[in-house]
Every structure is written in C-alpha cells, then in structure tokens.
C-alpha cells in the first residue's frame, strides 16, 4: 500500500482551465465524484485482485481579479473523501475503510497573453480571444486526516506543489486546450510509524511531469463539450533513501466533459473518465457532477 497516497496525484482532467471571466467575478461550485476501479501495483508485492471505491465530495470557491492588468482567477477546494479499498495481501483478503477531510487545495491563475483583466461592463463588449497563454501555480497543503501508522491514508502529510503552462485557441467554436505541468512533493518524515520506529521514517517522492489535451465545441454559449486526454509520468518513491523496485508511473486517462446552462447563474458540469494506460497506480472509472452558481461583486443574490 506504500504508493496509495500517490495513486491520483496527477490525475487532473481539466478542460477552460485558464477561461478568463471578469473582474470580480465569483463562484461556489459544489462537486460529487464516484471512482471505481482497480489499482495496479508492482509485481514483485504480495498484492492482488484490488480494487476501491472512493466517494468524493468536494466544496469550492472561485474569485477572478486583476493582477499586473492581467485576467486572474484564485480557487480554494475543500475535499472529503469516503473510501473502501480491498485485497489479498499475501494470501489473506484485506479491507481498508476510510473516511475524512482530504487535502486541501488552492490554485491561483493568470492569462499571460491574450486576456486583460476587463470589467463585466468592458468584458461583454470585448471578443472572446482567438488564442491566450496563462500560467498557474496548484498548492496542496497537508491538512487531510494522516495516520502515521497506517500505510494507507487519505492525507499524504507532505506539501505539493504544481507550476503549469497552458494554451488556449479558439478555431471557430472549437476550443483547444493544452496543458504541461510538473508536480513537485516535499518529504513526508512521519511515514510507517511502528513500535521499532516509533518517529516513523522519511518518504520521498521524484517529481511527476503532467500534461493534458483538450479538445471542445461550443454548441452554444455556456453549453459545450469537450474530449480530454492526459499522460503523466515519474514519481518514484523511497523511504529513507532506498528506491524502491515499483516502476515510475507513466498512465493516462481519456474523458468527456460537458457543461449545460441551468439558469443566468447556475449551471452544471458533468465529466467522466477511464484510465487507457495503467502502469502502476489506480485504474478507476470516474464520474463527477459539479454544480456552480456565480455572481459578480458583493451581490451575490
């Protein structure tokens, strides 16, 4: 179980990631996603036949600003993660039951090339950008539940770090993303906590480089569709220094996301995706419904 924590470190589908809005412009976006799968570990451990099954509800806030007279947008996300894992662990069937809050993330964007900051009033008398360049920083702080005893946790008791660079064109009402980003982890040094070791040991983890690509079609506005791959690669572990003899990951996941309008406000985000390339990690089926109701200003009534 020593790469659980790992497993969906890169898994990010994420099409109109660097979409700009305007100033002051806010959401909530209350998102459920269901995983269902199997996770693939290296030969040379004594698991098989696993499989898990993740609940994920996550609470987000959105706000966009000026920076620098840039477009720029800060999102914080609140996860809680309710999991069962199951496996023969050397010849005996093993469940794992986990329940609490998950990491938190905070992501802060900024359209480099291509989207100035506007207010809402200049923001609807302007064409949309044909093409725009932005950049991000993704912080995943160490605040899910962690157990240092255990192998198997919902925290990761680290800090991670995800600078990335993204494109956007607009050729007609398509609309093509490409994204490259590289995740970045401190140690975790209360790894495997056990009466011989009772401080626990030092769990590092190498670098993972990420990309995605997406390809979407405006049907009309604020209803669209997009097909999204990714492929990401590294992350290696050791612990106190030894590597361990589990390959880096090099997976993939295809998706669909579609997002349709409800109301002036409101609309609703629908996504699912499978993983196509699975090396090591986690090869879940995924489907998430998000749920995003948005206002500008103080006014959100």
Same mark, same amino acid.
């Not at 802060?108 to 090339?113: F, P, V, W």
């Not at 192998?151 to 494109?167: D, H, M, Q, S, V």
């Not at 982890?185 to 480089?209: C, K, M, Y």
């Given at each position: 179980?020593?790469?659980?924590?790992?497993?969906?470190?890169?898994?990010?589908?994420?099409?109109?990631?660097?979409?700009?809005?305007?100033?002051?412009?806010?959401?909530?976006?209350?998102?459920?996603? &269901?995983?269902?799968?199997?996770?693939?570990?290296?030969?040379?451990?004594?698991?098989?036949?696993?499989?898990?099954?993740?609940?994920?509800?996550?609470?987000?806030?959105?706000?966009?600003?000026?920076?620098?007279?840039?477009?720029?947008?800060?999102?914080?996300?609140?996860? &809680?993660?309710?999991?069962?894992?199951?496996?023969?662990?050397?010849?005996?069937?093993?469940?794992?039951? #986990?329940?609490?809050?998950?990491?938190?993330?905070?992501?802060?964007?900024? =359209?480099?090339?291509?989207?100035?900051? $506007?207010?809402?009033?200049?923001?609807?008398?302007?064409?949309?950008? #044909?093409? $725009?360049?932005?950049?991000?920083?993704?912080?995943?702080?160490?605040?899910?539940?962690?157990?240092?005893?255990?192998? /198997? =946790?919902?925290?990761?008791?680290?800090?991670?770090?995800?600078?990335?660079?993204?494109?956007?064109?607009?050729?007609?009402?398509?609309?093509?993303?490409? @994204?490259?980003?590289?995740?970045?982890?401190?140690?975790?040094?209360? &790894?495997?906590?056990?009466?011989?070791?009772?401080?626990?040991?030092?769990?590092?983890?190498?670098?993972?480089?990420?990309?995605?690509?997406?390809?979407?079609?405006?049907?009309?506005?604020? /209803?669209?569709?997009?097909?999204?791959?990714?492929?990401?690669?590294?992350?290696?572990?050791?612990?106190?220094?030894?590597?361990?003899?589990?390959?880096?990951?090099?997976?993939?996941? /295809?998706?669909?996301?579609?997002?349709?309008? /409800?109301?002036?406000?409101?609309? $609703?985000?629908?996504?699912?995706?499978?993983?196509? +390339?699975?090396?090591?990690?986690?090869?879940?089926?995924?489907?998430?419904?998000?749920?995003? @109701?948005?206002? +500008?200003?103080?006014?959100?009534?």
């Amino acid at each position: 179980m020593l790469l659980a924590p790992a497993i969906c470190a890169a898994q990010d589908l994420t099409p109109r990631a660097y979409l700009p809005t305007p100033e002051k412009s806010n959401a909530v976006i209350l998102t459920y996603a &269901f995983s269902d799968g199997e996770l693939v570990f290296d030969e040379t451990l004594p698991i098989t036949d696993a499989t898990g099954t993740i609940h994920t509800p996550v609470v987000s806030l959105y706000h966009a600003f000026g920076l620098f007279g840039r477009s720029a947008n800060v999102t914080g996300s609140v996860p &809680f993660a309710i999991g069962e894992l199951r496996g023969n662990v050397a010849g005996d069937d093993q469940t794992a039951i #986990r329940k609490g809050i998950a990491d938190i993330q905070v992501r802060l964007a900024i =359209n480099i090339a291509g989207a100035p900051a $506007l207010s809402v009033g200049e923001f609807v008398k302007t064409p949309l950008p #044909r093409a $725009l360049l932005g950049a991000s920083i993704k912080v995943v702080a160490p605040t899910g539940q962690y157990d240092p005893a255990r192998l /198997l =946790n919902i925290g990761t008791n680290r800090w991670a770090f995800k600078p990335e660079i993204g494109y956007t064109g607009r050729p007609g009402r398509f609309v093509i993303d490409a @994204y490259a980003g590289i995740w970045l982890f401190t140690a975790n040094e209360s &790894f495997g906590v056990s009466d011989a070791n009772p401080l626990g040991v030092t769990r590092t983890q190498d670098p993972i480089g990420a990309f995605e690509l997406h390809v979407g079609y405006d049907v009309k506005p604020r /209803l669209w569709l997009s097909a999204d791959v990714n492929y990401w690669r590294g992350g290696r572990t050791a612990v106190t220094g030894v590597v361990g003899t589990t390959p880096p990951l090099a997976n993939s996941r /295809l998706g669909l996301t579609a997002s349709v309008p /409800l109301t002036r406000r409101q609309s $609703l985000k629908i996504s699912y995706s499978d993983g196509v +390339i699975v090396r090591v990690g986690g090869s879940f089926k995924v489907l998430s419904v998000g749920w995003q @109701y948005g206002w +500008i200003g103080t006014q959100w009534k």
